[in-house]
């Protein structure tokens, strides 16, 4: 087990659809150790895709403050209501924005062991799955982020989407 390095944006694999995981091998619960090492390595992490740290699986460890959360090819099942408020990336560290969530959502998804679930989710956990759930579809935070403002965190200054955006597409 190791910490990975998370990619930054503008890192072209950002954009990419993740693979679905076809069979839970050593391999897979590799993966998901080295990402959760890579999530707890610093504190206040609450998720990461394997996109991010460069493999690309439907994979995502999630930890939003009741314990590790493992998702294999999750699938959203349900989603209702709406909420909005602040989000950031692990891999735009440094920067927050508003973005507009369902606030109640139903995934099907697989355990490291093979076994189908269903997760029921609210509030706080509903958005990081969605947030993450995005990472598997190369679709970024800063793409649902409302009025166009992105703050930087220590200042709370507006930062320059739309150069943030740029970063990100697609070459």
Same mark, same amino acid.
């Given at each position: ?18 693979? &679905?995981?076809?069979?839970?091998? &050593?391999?897979?619960?590799? !993966? ?9 390595? =610093?504190?206040?992490? #609450? $998720?990461?895709?394997? &996109?991010?740290? *460069? ?11 009741? *314990? ?11 989603? @209702?209501? =709406?909420?909005? *408020?602040?989000? #950031?990336?692990?891999?735009? &560290? ?7 969530? #369902? ?9 490291? =062991? $093979? ?10 956990? @509903? ?10 579809? *190369? ?9 166009? =403002? ?10 320059? !989407?739309?150069? #943030? ?7």
């Amino acid at each position: 087990m190791s910490e990975k390095e998370i990619l930054p944006f503008g890192d072209p694999i950002l954009r990419k659809k993740a693979k &679905p995981v076809t069979e839970i091998t &050593p391999r897979i619960h590799k !993966l998901l150790d080295d990402m959760a090492d890579t999530l707890y390595a =610093e504190e206040g992490r #609450a $998720g990461l895709a394997a &996109p991010q740290i *460069g493999i690309l699986r439907r994979v995502i460890v999630m930890d939003c403050g009741d *314990g590790l959360i493992e998702l294999i090819n999750p699938v959203l099942l349900e989603q @209702a209501g =709406e909420q909005t *408020g602040p989000e #950031a990336c692990l891999s735009y &560290p440094g920067y927050t924005g508003i973005v507009k969530r #369902a606030k109640y959502v139903k995934i099907r998804t697989l355990t490291r =062991e $093979g076994k189908t679930i269903v997760m029921e989710a609210e509030d706080y956990l @509903a958005r990081c799955i969605q947030h993450e759930m995005d990472h598997l579809d *190369g679709i970024l935070y800063i793409d649902h982020i409302q009025n166009g =403002e992105l703050f930087v965190n220590r200042t709370e200054r507006r930062a320059d !989407l739309m150069a #943030a955006l740029k970063l990100t597409q697609n070459v």
